[in-house]
Each structure stands twice: as structure tokens, then as C-alpha cells.
């Protein structure tokens, strides 16, 4: 077994002098928390806007169970995967080319997964491009007569200045504002829906539990669950706020002693109140998205697509409040989406300072992290912008980008799997009944991927 006493130092994840004893009781984990707001605002953003209720505008109640599925059936690959980095010091990039396989790069033998990961760029752009599209959409609706594409540059605008200071304190602060504005106001849309004709009954409540799946919906469902609830990129974001949160640096580096064992088990345990966190606010936020979708856009025949996609989407507002809360459901729409672009595009920048050194180009010691970071967050909302600019769908973009999401998700708990049992140190592994859990998803996530390839492939 190989432990971090045999790997070379990374002072990204590991800080001399940063070790820090773990807090003992509940209270004093949620003083730790904050990874959960942000990727929540990623989380809780374009796959529940856009195809959560898009999926409820088309199908109706049938598919509830599967928005279910979709919220809870990730958060363990998440919990895992991070537990494997922030035990071992590893960055998600780095772990992933410990995965056995190598492809030839310019500088030499890198792992397939990296390079998949590469691949996996092109259709993230395209769903951020429809991200901003949308959340440019929405501020088009607080401002009469904004174009929208004008208000998607400013969106992007806004997005890089936000960014660009690198601050992750700053980020979380923003990201916890516009997660409690958009959750609260979408929960009470959804209860005020309960007061008019378009209410939600038992029989469609039941309907909805069937655990029928109609071929028909079978996109926009497969869409929908590679990206809403914790994605595959939302997990790779997820391990590198925990770096930036600390987490790795306060349980230092593998002493083999036993105060690093204690260490590392309170910390883990920080780590998974912050995944309840995320997965009890994704769930809470998720659901109204798409009981709005099927119990008001469904019978009323709106089907979102196009520039008017935001526009569509605001019946499930205006038909519980009246018209003037079109206003209301732009500032939501906004909120979500304009999340969204900060924790995607501010995670991409964390990440990407590792591809540069999995491909061999700088080491991992010497590479300028803050530099590499800030360079990626002004350049990829532009590029995201003028992809909007010119391809004006923001439902079809996301689409693309969560179907390729669907089927890199097996890959991802299964590395996790691989790296727990071949590079953890055995003394912080997990748990039988947690170990069977994240095998039961890998089995469930490759015969999804099966599916979307077959579906693909028969269209």
C-alpha cells in the first residue's frame, strides 16, 4: 500500500505547520462547513431550472422517483472519493492518474482518465455556455427591453470580476446568499401551488412513485440525471473546495502514528456532515423544480426550449402568483444560474492548474496556482458567452453537456473504489456498509452509462 509518506509533497494540499486538531461535537463540524454552499450552487442550478422541470413540463408526475434517484444516488461517490483526497493529499487530477493505463502525452505517459477528463472539457464549455445564456435570460426579465445576449456578456462580465480575485472566503459568502435567496423562493412557489387548481394530489403523488420509466422522456430524463444532484464535475469541484476549505492541511501529512489516525477520523467526520449538508439542500431545492414543472407547465402544454426558454419557465410562478411575479422568478432564475457559472467556472480553475502538471508541462512545486487559476476564470466565460452567442438554446447546450456527464459517472466511482483499496492508508478506510453502498452505485452508474450509449446509438 502506498501512503503519503512515499509521495512527493504538494504544498497546494499540504501545509507545513497547518495541522489542526478536529472539532469533538456536531456544533463544532458546522462551524467547518462550507464546501456544501458552494457546490450546492452549483448543484442546485441548471439541471433544476432547465431539465428538472423541463423534464416535469413533458412528463408530468410519472418520473418523480426518478428526480429522487437522481438527488441521492451520487452524494456517496462525492463523500468517498473526498475522503480518499484529503486523507492521502492527492488532488482529484493526480489521484485519477494513478488509475493503471497510460496514454502518451507531449511530455510523456499520462493516465486515460486524464485525458478523458480533457475530453469531458469541451461538452462542460457547452453546458456553461448555456448556463449563462439562461442566467443572462433571467436578468433579461428584472430589465425590460435587455437583450439577452447583451445581458449573457454581462453575466460572464460579472462572473470574472467576481472571480478573479481568488478569494474563496468572498465566493462562499456570495454562494450562501444566492442559495438561501433561489431555494427560498422556489419552495414557496411550489407550497402556493397546493392553493390553486394546478395542486399536486395523492394520485398524482403515487403515480409518480411507480417506478415507471416512458421511453419517450428517455433524453431528457438520462439529461437530467447526469446533471442534477451531485455530477461528475460537481464531485471533482467538490474535492478541491475541501482543499481550499483546509480540510487535507488540518490532518497533514501520513505520520503513521496514532494522532493522525484520530486526526484524520474527525476530520472525515466533518467531511461527511458537510455531504449531508449538500445532499439535504440539493433535495430540499431539487424537488419543488420539478413538482412546479409537472403540476403547472405539463397541463398548461409549455414545453421550454430556445430563447424563450426562461420566459416559459416563469408559468410556474405567474400562474401561483400572478403576472407580477415574473420579476420575482428572473431574480430566482438569475440566482440560480449566476451560481452556477461562479462555482462551475471557479472549480475549473482549481482544477486546471493540475492538468498542467499531470501533462508534465510544470511541477507540481513549482507551478503558480493562483496565476493558471486566474487566467482560466477570464478566459472561459468569455468563451462560454460567445458559444450562447451564437447557439442560442440554452436547454439543447446543457443537455449535450449532461449526457456526457451520464456516462463518464461510473468511471468516477470507480476510481474511487480502485484508489480506496490500492493507495488509502487501511486505518481511515470506510466502513463495510459504506463500501457495499458506493459498489451498489458504481453497478447502477455503469448500467446507466450502458443505457445512454444504447440509447444514443438508436436514435
Known sequence: MQTTESRDHDPYTHTVGEVLEPPKNLIGRFKFLGPSVIVAGSIVGSGEILLTSGLGANAGFV??????????????????????????????????NRIPGKIMGPKGPVGWTV?????????????????????????????????????????????????????????????????ICFTVTTIYCAGLMQTTEFAMTTDDFLAGMNFDFPLEYAALAIAMYGFTGVNGGEITAYTYWCVEKGYPRYIGRNEANDQWVSRAKGWIKVLHAD??????????????????????????GARPEGLETI?????????TLGDWSLIVFGFGAFCILFSTTLSGVGAGGRVFPDYVVEFGFIGRSKIRRTLWTRGYVIVIPILAFLLYLFFSRPLLLVTISAFFAAITLPIQSGAAIWLQSRHMDERVKPGLAMRLALKATF????????FVLWFTLNL
Do not use: N
Open 63 to 96: 418520473l418523480l422517483w426518478w428526480v429522487l434517484v437522481s438527488c441521492w444516488s451520487k452524494s456517496v461517490v462525492q463523500a468517498e472519493f473526498t475522503r480518499y483526497c484529503i486523507t492521502t493529499g492527492d488532488t482529484y487530477m493526480r489521484a485519477l
Open 115 to 179: 485525458w478523458l477528463a480533457v475530453i469531458a472539457f469541451i461538452p462542460g464549455i457547452t453546458g456553461l455556455g448555456g448556463i449563462v445564456g439562461g442566467a443572462g435570460q433571467g436578468m433579461s426579465l428584472l430589465f425590460e427591453g435587455l437583450d439577452t445576449r447583451v445581458a449573457a456578456g454581462i453575466v460572464a462580465v460579472f462572473a470574472i470580476l467576481i472571480l478573479a480575485s481568488g478569494s474563496y472566503r468572498y465566493l462562499e459568502r456570495v454562494m450562501l446568499l444566492l442559495v
Open 275 to 300: 455531504v449531508w449538508t449538500t445532499l439535504i439542500i440539493l433535495t430540499i431545492a431539487t424537488i419543488p423544480f420539478y413538482i412546479l414543472g409537472a403540476g403547472i407547465l405539463h397541463p398548461t
Open 311 to 319: 420566459r416559459a419557465l416563469s408559468g410556474m410562478f405567474t400562474q
Open 443 to 450: 453497478v447502477f452508474q455503469l448500467l446507466m452509462a450502458g
